[in-house]
Structures are given as structure tokens and as C-alpha cells.
């Protein structure tokens, strides 16, 4: 790790003024910040933490939507969405392990994109709103391919609202080494229709699968997607599977998260 | 059952400083004035290295000193401990093995400067700046391409990339080739041992300081072996005679074979110390020590197994790619060779055998022993062509075994690859594991399984492994250059508590809880009267270290002859005392007393004689109670077992869920059942892990892919069933006087045969069936195979 300044603004407006600096970093709950800046890979000038702003935290329970401050960390989130969306809360009980889930954050997650992070799946699925210091970003326009996203420079998460679907789960595969999502589908199905989001597979990120969304809004069973296949065409491959493999695996996932949402 | 003597599982002592975080771990020592180096490491696999610039390093803050291939100029390599003789009669190659990269990178890892400075951060900074000229060479990775006509060298002053091509038995190779040609069956099998990366808890760690006042070096290191790495860093690398020279390896968390051997880093910090006439630290990170601890395994092999017409073995052969990296470690060209060609007869009565192994450098970390060192590798074939030769001809895999075992009344056993068994009872074991695992009720099982969609496979394997490594003079027949005795000198203080200071090395495995049980057992005491040194060249004698499963049965036994000693010369005092004659003196319960009489002397007034002597023999003996013993084993001790395993596969994910795994071992006799158990328990876990996760890669650039967490998957507890661990059969060993045979590497031997042969097992449905998955079976892996 190289030297570097902190600093722990208690504002939304600190921590956008603190991060105009061009060399400066948000820091959220740092798991994969902190680990690239211990391998020298990562070397801002200032890390801007955000875990000192108060109005960043908490879970808030409305009529048909939780909304989830962007410093909250997964542990919070597992813990008090349990009754009110239980596929999230599982979900995010299940991300890392217990280090992981007490400093790991949704913001931090969204804000980073992994192409095998759990939550983009989340809130893909859900058609949740990523809310920012400036505007209102909805899902399917927040997430722009692998480690990419809408975040413009200087804009920050401050809360996402997820509306509750009438019924949904995720189901996660994990890479033997990393226990990251070789493969992770979430699937929810509201009134007006199903949503499938699938996390860890491809090239491009979490993507919707709108074959199945479209199969399954008319029969929502495992066997409306058994007939389907996605095209290994541009899914990830590496050590721990094929292109083939990931795209086999997804389709099998969204089968089992639908029967387990019900 | 025994208290707290031989046979009691009694408590691991050394447990509460490890559980209270009160060990004290090589990272634990600093040193008054300590400088702290970090290793700038070649980020490329081959390329010519013509000049190192340090100018602008040299200058940073902090930097006490750069240093470079030049200073060590005059400077030994890294010596090989054993030389293997190729098949026409001719020593192996062996190069230089330098301590820091001479005018070529040879792997990715290997050390090109080395940054002292007052910080570690100054020392990372430093060596960010300094700047090499360097030209990539094409990388040599893939071992049969290594060996092939054209292909680059690794060491351009070698003839080729083959280290040896080594046959085995090479007389018997004509009579292999005709039983071959008359057998009624032959089985073929190719297969991949994978590479491993040990990954200790505790990565590698070394500490250099120089004495200028005698001019004395101490090198703390996490060593399995410090008087070897006295022997040959002081002899061989840095030209510093023993006197001169004290080796600690204090509390060491895991070796798993990998911190056997001398590295560069122990030598680099004992030479910089006395250049700066300060204390050199190092300690490894974890990323380092994928690219810098010796890795394991790596074989690519074709095995075949002839059979006659009723199913006896008549013949087998088998062919070996080992990968030797881009230097010779210390003891890696025997693992594949004598470690393992000599085990290729197993449990079975197998007439003729014929080993051919190709050791090949290549532009990769070098490869050396790992928890079972060249007999995992041999079980692993052998096991699995067996199985394979069990499905082809439609017959039960266990009873094909039964079939062929060396039976019971046929030991001592000389088998066909140089090797005599003493003691067995395969038919014991492989009964024992079948009733552990209920195998007569697997298609229940298995019914239950498919009910839920599951496929569900059972696998067995029965080992043999040769370890309590090693006679002497054999091995030096066979090339190593060191003996293979262990020592012990036994002090009984004068109130009649002993200190052992064994040659024998703890890092992990209980000595200080089991050695005192067989000493305190043999006088009669409490254990809790007996402490363990071990680990430090200045308060030991010189020893061989813990590897090869070798510490109870070859430091045990060196323990049992000292103590042996001091109760002769006790008897004497006793005698004494007690105005009898010697051969009336009976020990027993810590008392001596005179047989047919009442007259009885405690084990604490002959001590307290010993060194008050007043009342004492002083015209026969001297005083004192203090004896050393170097034993030298007769044989090596021949473990066995039967491993069972179940799993479940996901058909649609390809994932195999360990559903059990019984392990009924024969390891003579037992000094702590608890520790046995945890020894089997551990090395199955390792086995599982070679067998379902772990695995290293090299792209065809020779940059390892999975060089950290992120990629090489470590078994955790939530991939491990309950291993049920069973060692009543016991044929104890007939050479040692305590009938032990060692357990250390067994579960990591035997293990990853049974779960591939089960998971073979539970592919085989529906008419189809497949007939090899190399290791690990992953579940893209596994999918694949069932979707080819």
C-alpha cells in the first residue's frame, strides 16, 4: 500500500466536494478497494470515505418497496429486509463471508459492478432505482457492461429502492477459489410480469434474460424455461468453466429460482 | 486403555499457546536494529536478464543496501540433496540454482534483487525503481513439448530440458514387455497428477543476524528440518561451519513438505546480515509464496495393468512426465523416482513392473515434495488403473482387489520394484472400510440419491505407502546425499524431570504431547515430567527433521534407545543404592525395587543420586543422567489402508458433494489415537482437496493463472463430510521398537483415488459411462465429461 490522505466527511455535500479532487477515491466498505491498494495495483491520493455520513445508512420499509441507504452493509441488509423481501435478505446474507458482510455495502457493489457480484443481479431483477446525489437512475439504464456503470465523475450512490416483487429468489453458483457467482440468476416476478437478471456469466456483466422473462410471465414454473438455452456467445470463460458451462449453468439456475420463489 | 501412556489420547499440550495465540512463529521474533528486505521477483518466465540498475533504487529513503547476482559471485548455488542416476547409467543434469537470477529469469517468482532497507514500505518503494534490461525468451511450460526436438532450454548450458529418464526396474523391462503381450487383459489409463501449491497456514518466513563479537551467524526460518538447512546453506552455500552457524525454526505453522528444503531467501538474509552487520527480515507474503514455496505433484502419466484370463495381475507399466520446474529444489528428484517408483506394486502381488519417469525442467516454480511426495502420485495411478480394470471386465473393484492383495501370510514381501514389506494384513483393512461404509448397502443408497434427482457414486482405494524415511545406506545406494537417522539426547534433571531434544521437528503434529508419552511410559511417570525440544541446531543434536511420516517411527525410536540407556545406567545407581545386584532391579511405576524383596528406591532419589553423588558407584559410572541415541532405521515402515468414499453429482451442474468417507488405516502401533485420528483427518482433507478444488495453472506464457485465493480454491470446511476414522487393524512394524509406522501423509496418499473412482462410479448410468476426469473435478469439468 502507498501512502495516502483520509479524510471522513459527515455530508453528502463534503464527500462530492472532497472527491472534485481528480486523485481522490471514494472508499465504501473497501473489499475490493483496500485488497487492490495492498497489492500496489491501486493508488489514490485521498480516500473519501463515506461511512461517516449518517444519512447513507439504514433500510427503510415503504407499502411495495424497501429502500436501502448505499452505506449499508450486507449484514444489515440480511438482517432487517428478512421479512420484507426475503430473496434480497438471503441474498445478502450469503454474499462473502461474515467479515465481508459487516463491512461490504450495497453502494460499494453497485458502484463497483463486478461481473460476478451479487447485488447487480438484485437490482436488475427488481427494477430497482439507483438513487445518486443528482438524479434517479433506474436499473436497467444504471449497469453499462463489466465494471462499468452510468455513475458520472463526482456522483455518488446514496440510496437504492427496490420495489417487492409478488414473489422471487437467487440462486448462486459460486467459483470453487473465490465463491464469487459463477453463475447467479435472481428471479422476480411482479404483476405486470417476470424479471430475470443474470450475474457472474457474461462478458458484458449482469444482463437480463429476456427469453425467460418472456416464458415464464406466461408460465411461471421451471418448466417454462427448460426448453430455452442462452448462446455461450460471449459468456465468460477462464479456469473454473467454459462459455458453455456458464451459459448451461445459468439456464439451470433460472430454473431453480423459480422453484424456489414459488 | 492407559492413562496418559502409550495408546492414551491424551490432550495436545502444545494447544493451549496455539489457541491462546501465545505461540511464538518466526514473524514473531524482531531483532534489536532489524532491516527488512523485499525480493524484487521476475514478473516474466523466461527472458535474458542483461542488467540490473539499482542507481536510482539506491538513492530512495531508507535503502541501506541493493543487492544484485553480483554480490553473490564465488557464492555456492543452492545444492540438490539427492542425485538420480538415469536409466543408462548416467548422473541426472543438474545446474546451478542460483540465489538470485545470473544473466536469465527462469520462472516467474525467481529473485533478481533484493532491496535491505530500514522499512519494509522504504524496501517496496526502492525496488519499484529499479530497472531491468531484460529480452523475452520463449517460455518452455508444457513438458512434452519441453522434451521435444527444438524446443528452447531452460538452462542453456544443459544438452535438453530432461532432467533424467530413469527406468525402473530397467532389467525387468523385456519381461514386462512379454507379459504384456500374453495377458488376456490390458487396462490403459492416461491421466494428470495436478500440480499443487502446499499453502501452509504460516507462509514462509527468515531472519538473518550476525555476531560480530565471534563471529557467528543465526538464521531464524520456518524450517522442518534446521540441521539440515545448517548442514547444507553452511556447507555448500554460504562457506559457514556449523560452530559458526545456529539454525531456529521456533513455532512453524505447517509444512506440508514445502518448507523442507533450503531457499534462497534463507541464505540471501544470513549473508546480508553479516554484509550490514544487521538483522535481515523476511517475511513472505501470501502472493509470494505461490510463486516462491516448491510446489507438488505435476505428473502426466499412461499407466497400463496386463491381466491373465482369471483376473491376477501379471503385469504393469507405467510412464511418467515429471515437472522439476526451473531448478532442482532439494529433494525433488527423488519423489519422482525412488518416492514413487518403488510403490508402484502396492497392495498387489503384481509379478513385474517397469517405471520409466522423464524428469523436464521448465519454466516454472520448482516442484518438490508435498505431503506424500511421489506416493500420492504412485497410489493415484495404480488405484484408478485398477478401477478402471475392475469396470472393463464387469468385476466388483473391491473384490478385484482381494483378488491380486499380497495375503497375510506372504509377509515379509519382496516386492518387484526393491522394496520389502515387513508386516500387513490388506484383506484387515479393506473388510474394516467396507463395514465402516456399509458397502453392501450402497443401492439404497443410491436409489435414495436418484429419487432426488442426484447420481451417486462409491469408491474405494487401498494404499500402501513406504515412510519412517529412511535407512541410510540404502538411500545413499539410491543418491541422496545425507543420511536419513534421527537423534535424541534424553537429560533427566536431578529431581527427576527430563528434557527431550529431538532432531525430530513439531510443526503441527504433537510431539511435545506424544513423545512424552512413550518416554514417560517406559520409566513410568507422568508425562507431564517429560518436555520436548525441538527446532533449534544449538540446543539439539543434529537430526534429520519431520517429513516422510517419519518422526515417531525414526525420532521416536531414537528417543526410545536413549531413554533405553538412561535406564540401564539408572538400574545401575539403583543397585546401588539399594546394595543389590543390578540384574535383580525391576522398573516399574517410576520405582525401582529388588525382584523377591520389598526394598524399593524412587525413580526421584536415583535422579537426585545421579547428581549428588554422594552414595554412588563413582568407580563404574559416572555421574549424571544424561544419554543421546542416533537411530538408523533397518527398513522403511510400510503403512496401509482402505479409503471409501461416496458422493453425489449433480447431473445438471456437474457438482460432486462428498456425501462420506471412511479411512480403516494400519499403522501398527498407536502412541495417540486422538492425533492419529487428526493427522488421517487433515491429510484426507488435503487429499479432497487435491481431488475436488485445487489446482495450479500456468498459462502457455508461463504466468501462473491461479496465483492467488481468487483462483486456486482451498478445501474448507463446508467441502469436507465427516471423515470416520478407524486404526484398530494393526500388523505392527517388526524393525522399530515401538511397532510404529507412521500416519502423517496417508490420508493425503490414499484419498483422491477413492473420491475420482467414486465419482467415475456415479457416471456410470443409462449405458453411458466415463471413463477418466482428471483432477480436480470441478463442476465444469465434471459436466463436461458427461456432456462430451
Known amino acids: 500500500m502507498y501512502n495516502f490522505d483520509f479524510v471522513k466527511p459527515s455530508t453528502v455535500e463534503e464527500a462530492v466536494a472532497a472527491l472534485a479532487d481528480d486523485e481522490a477515491q471514494p472508499l465504501s466498505g473497501g473489499q475490493t478497494l483496500i485488497p487492490t491498494m495492498k497489492q500496489r495495483l491501486n493508488a489514490p491520493e485521498t480516500l473519501v470515505s463515506l461511512l461517516g455520513i449518517e444519512a447513507l445508512k439504514g433500510v427503510t420499509v415503504g407499502g411495495d418497496s424497501v429502500t436501502i441507504g448505499a452505506a449499508t452493509t450486507h449484514a ?92 422471487a429468489a437467487y440462486v448462486k453458483f459460486e467459483q470453487p477459489a473465490s465463491r464469487f457467482a459463477l453463475a447467479g440468476v435472481f428471479v422476480a416476478k411482479f404483476a405486470d410480469g417476470v424479471r430475470v437478471a443474470i450475474t457472474g456469466a457474461s462478458e458484458e456483466g449482469v444482463f437480463r434474460w429476456s427469453e425467460a422473462e418472456e416464458a415464464l410471465s406466461g408460465n411461471f414454473s421451471a418448466e417454462a424455461v427448460s426448453g430455452l438455452s442462452l448462446d455461450p456467445d460471449g459468456m465468460m470463460a477462464d479456469l473454473h468453466g467454459s462459455a458453455e458451462y456458464r451459459a448451461h449453468l445459468a439456464k439451470v439456475l433460472t430454473g431453480r429460482a423459480v422453484t424456489a420463489a414459488g | 486403555m492407559p492413562k496418559d501412556g502409550i495408546g492414551a489420547s491424551v490432550k495436545r499440550r502444545e494447544d493451549l499457546r496455539f489457541l491462546t495465540g501465545t505461540g511464538r512463529y518466526t514473524d514473531d521474533i524482531n531483532l534489536a536494529r532489524q532491516a527488512h528486505v523485499h525480493f524484487l521477483r521476475a514478473d516474466v518466465a523466461h527472458a535474458t536478464l542483461n542488467a540490473v540498475d539499482t542507481s536510482a533504487a539506491a538513492e530512495m529513503p531508507g535503502v541501506l543496501r541493493i543487492f544484485t547476482a553480483k554480490d553473490f559471485e564465488g557464492i555456492g548455488g543452492l545444492p540438490c540433496g539427492w542425485q538420480v542416476t538415469d536409466k543408462h547409467g548416467q548422473p541426472m543434469q543438474e545446474p546451478k540454482h542460483p540465489i538470485m537470477a545470473e544473466g536469465k529469469i527462469r520462472h516467474v517468482g525467481e529473485i533478481v534483487a533484493a532491496v535491505v532497507a530500514e522499512t519494509l514500505d522504504q524496501a517496496r518503494d526502492a525496488a519499484e525503481a529499479i530497472e531491468l534490461d531484460t529480452e523475452d525468451l520463449p517460455a518452455v511450460i508444457d513438458m512434452k513439448q519441453a522434451v521435444a526436438e527444438g524446443s528452447p532450454l531452460v538452462h542453456d548450458d544443459l544438452t535438453s530440458n530432461l532432467c533424467y529418464d530413469w527406468g525402473f526396474v530397467e532389467e525387468n523391462k523385456a519381461a514386462v514387455e512379454e507379459a504384456f503381450q500374453n495377458a488376456a487383459h490390458v487396462t490403459t489409463l492416461e491421466l494428470v497428477n495436478n500440480r499443487l501449491v502446499a499453502n501452509p497456514m504460516e507462509p514462509r518466513v527468515a531472519i538473518g543476524d550476525y555476531a560480530m563479537h565471534d563471529d557467528s551467524s543465526t538464521l531464524y526460518t520456518t524450517s522442518q528440518n534446521p540441521h539440515v538447512i545448517r548442514l547444507l546453506m553452511g556447507a555448500f552455500v554460504l562457506g559457514i561451519p556449523e560452530h559458526k552457524l545456529r539454525v531456529v525454526a521456533p513455532d512453524v505453522g505447517g509444512g506440508f513438505g514445502t518448507k523442507i528444503f533450503h531457499y534462497a531467501e534463507e541464505a540471501f538474509c544470513t549473508f546480508a546480515a553479516k554484509q550490514l552487520r544487521r538483522p535481515v527480515k523476511w517475511t513472505s507474503t501470501r502472493s509470494e509464496a505461490f510463486i516462491s514455496d516448491a510446489h507438488g505433484r505435476d505428473h502426466v502419466t499412461t499407466i497400463q495393468l496386463a491381466l491373465d484370463a482369471e483376473n491376477n495381475f501379471t503385469a504393469l507399466r507405467t510412464d511418467t512426465y515429471a515437472n522439476m520446474g526451473a531448478y532442482l529444489s532439494t529433494f525433488a528428484p527423488s519423489v519422482p523416482t525412488w518416492l514413487h517408483g518403488t510403490l508402484m506394486a502396492g497392495n498387489y502381488r503384481t509379478p513385474l513392473i517397469y517405471v520409466n519417469v522423464k524428469a523436464v525442467f521448465t519454466n516454472t516454480v520448482p516442484v518438490d515434495a508435498y505431503r506424500g511426495a511421489g506416493r500420492p502420485e504412485a497410489t493415484f495411478q495404480l488405484e484408478r488403473v485398477v478401477d478402471k480394470a475392475a469396470r472393463e471386465l464387469g468385476v466388483d473393484p473391491a473384490e478385484l482387489r482381494r483378488q491380486n492383495f499380497i495375503r497375510k501370510d506372504q509377509f515379509p514381501y519382496a516386492t518387484p520394484v526393491a522394496v520389502e514389506y515387513d508386516t500387513g494384513d490388506y484383506e484387515a483393512t479393506l473388510d474394516k472400510a467396507m463395514q465402516m461404509a456399509d458397502y453392501a448397502g450402497f443401492e439404497t443408497r443410491r436409489a435414495a440419491s436418484v429419487a432426488k434427482g442426484k447420481l451417486r457414486g462409491i469408491g474405494l482405494s487401498h494404499y500402501i505407502e513406504a515412510c519412517g524415511i529412511a535407512p541410510s545406506n540404502l538411500v545413499g545406494q539410491l543418491g541422496a546425499r545425507a543420511g536419513l537417522y534421527e537423534s535424541a539426547t534424553v537429560r533427566v534433571n536431578a529431581t527427576g524431570g527430563l528434557v527431550v531434544m529431538t532432531g525430530s521437528h513439531s510443526h503441527g503434529q504433537g510431539h511435545e504431547t506424544s513423545f512424552p508419552q512413550v518416554v514417560a511410559d517406559m520409566i513410568g511417570i507422568s508425562p507431564d515430567q517429560v518436555e520436548i525440544v525441538h527446532g533449534d541446531t544449538a540446543n539439539t543434536p543434529m537430526g534429520m527433521g519431520t517429513y516422510g511420516s517419519r518422526s515417531i517411527a525414526v525420532g521416536g525410536s531414537a528417543m526410545v534407545r536413549a531413554t533405553e540407556k538412561i535406564i540401564a545406567k539408572a538400574k545401575k545407581i539403583a543397585a546401588h543404592l539399594m546394595e543389590a545386584s543390578e540384574a535383580d532391579i525391576e522398573l516399574k511405576d517410576g520405582a525401582f525395587s529388588v525382584a523377591g524383596t520389598d526394598k524399593s528406591v524412587a525413580w526421584g532419589d536415583v535422579t537426585l543420586a545421579a547428581y549428588v553423588p554422594h552414595n554412588y558407584p563413582l568407580d563404574d559410572i559416572e555421574p549424571g543422567l544424561e544419554e543421546t541415541a542416533f537411530y538408523d532405521p533397518a527398513n522403511f515402515t510400510y503403512p496401509s489402508g482402505c479409503y471409501i468414499c461416496e458422493v453425489e453429482v449433480d447431473p445438471d451442474t456437474g457438482r460432486v458433494e462428498v456425501q462420506s468417507f471412511v479411512a480403516a488405516d494400519d499403522f501398527g502401533n498407536v502412541i495417540n489415537p486422538m492425533i492419529v485420528e487428526g493427522q488421517v483427518q487433515g491429510g484426507v482433507g488435503q487429499g479432497i482437496g487435491q481431488a475436488l478444488l485445487e489446482n495450479c495453472v500456468y498459462d502457455a506464457d508461463g504466468q501462473l493463472l491461479s496465483a492467488s485465493y481468487m483462483d486456486y480454491a482451498m478445501p474448507r470446511a463446508s467441502d469436507l463430510p465427516m471423515i470416520d476414522v478407524d486404526h484398530s487393524c494393526q500388523t505392527p512394524c517388526t524393525h522399530n521398537p515401538l511397532g510404529v509406522k507412521g500416519c502423517g501423509e496417508a490420508g493425503a496418499i490414499g484419498s483422491p483415488p477413492a473420491l475420482v473412482n467414486a465419482v467415475i462410479d456415479a457416471l456410470q448410468r443409462d449405458g453411458k459411462s466415463v471413463p477418466h476426469i482428471d483432477m480436480p473435478l470441478s463442476p465444469a469439468r465434471v459436466w463436461a465429461a458427461m456432456n462430451a
Not at chain 1, 82 to 110: C, K, Q
Open chain 1, 76 to 167: 444489515t441488509v440480511a438482517k432487517e429486509l428478512a421479512e420484507a423481501y426475503p430473496a434480497l435478505a438471503a441474498l445478502a446474507g450469503n454474499i462473502g463471508d461474515p467479515a465481508v458482510r459487516n463491512r461490504g455495502t450495497i453502494g460499494g457493489s453497485l458502484a463497483n459492478n463486478d461481473p460476478a457480484a451479487c447485488y447487480p443481479a438484485a437490482a436488475l431483477a427488481s427494477g430497482a432505482t439507483v438513487v445518486t446525489n443528482r438524479r434517479e437512475i433506474p436499473a436497467d439504464a444504471y449497469f453499462e457492461g463489466m465494471f462499468a456503470t452510468a455513475l458520472e465523475e463526482g456522483e455518488i450512490i446514496t440510496r437504492v429502492t427496490f420495489p417487492i416483487p409478488d414473489a
